[in-house]
């Protein structure tokens, strides 16, 4: 009985020690994370949501795929039975109807085919903005500014299905510390719309 007491302390002491070094290496390799993480396990800065929304299914797809992109972004299955002008067509007039400003379009693969004469898969980004709400995310910290306009792309994957791609929004609303209500109660309007946008325009609805 002794000799397994025994093992299971030296068992604990090896596993501490183990501990002990990689929380070491890791405050030491990465610029002091591990006392960053503890004291934000002790007083919390980040939104509560933070890790239910952005961190763990970041994580999760990242470690899935492998592609950071893939990780990061929101993407529905555009029907088979809608044409790329009816998506184009649909997403304009919801726009429109959400009060969102189209402010450009980018027929990338239209360019590339100019370019080089050869066929290219379809790929089109289209940039829409709420003017007011931009300024005021901007206001809030100018790092925003990286995130406009909000864009979707309208692309043909190389199994010739079709997809709308979008950055996914909740680590601009949830990855931080909490936005000022007033911030928040915008940004979620955005993503409402963007998202019905992205969503109606895959089916080719009005």
Not at 3 to 15: E, T
Not at 106 to 131: A, G
Not at 138 to 153: E, G, I, M, Q
Not at 168 to 187: R, S
Request: a neutral charge; hydrophobic letters at 45%.
């Amino acid at each position: 009985m002794s000799g397994i007491i025994n093992l299971i302390k030296w068992l604990l002491i090896i596993i501490g020690a183990i501990t002990i070094y990689y929380t070491v290496s890791l405050q030491i390799k990465y610029d002091g994370i591990t006392g960053k993480v503890i004291s934000e396990i002790i007083s919390p800065k980040l939104h509560p949501k933070s890790m239910s929304k952005v961190y763990m299914p970041m994580i999760n797809t990242l470690l899935d795929t492998g592609d950071i992109a893939m990780a990061s972004i929101v993407r529905v299955k555009v029907a088979d039975d809608v044409s790329n002008e009816d998506v184009e067509e649909a997403m304009e007039s919801i726009a429109t109807a959400k009060g969102i400003r189209s402010v450009g379009m980018l027929p990338l693969s239209e360019m590339v085919e100019l370019q080089t004469n050869d066929k290219q898969r379809f790929l089109k980004i289209y940039q829409y903005c709420s003017p007011r709400t931009a300024m005021t995310m901007v206001d809030h910290s100018d790092a925003f500014s990286a995130y406009l306009p909000c864009r979707l792309a309208l692309i043909e994957d190389k199994s010739g299905q079709r997809w709308l791609y979008m950055l996914n929004m909740n680590a601009m609303i949830y990855g931080g510390a909490p936005l000022p209500d007033y911030l928040l109660k915008k940004a979620l309007v955005i993503q409402r719309a963007m998202t019905v946008i992205q969503n109606n325009g895959a089916k080719g609805d009005f």
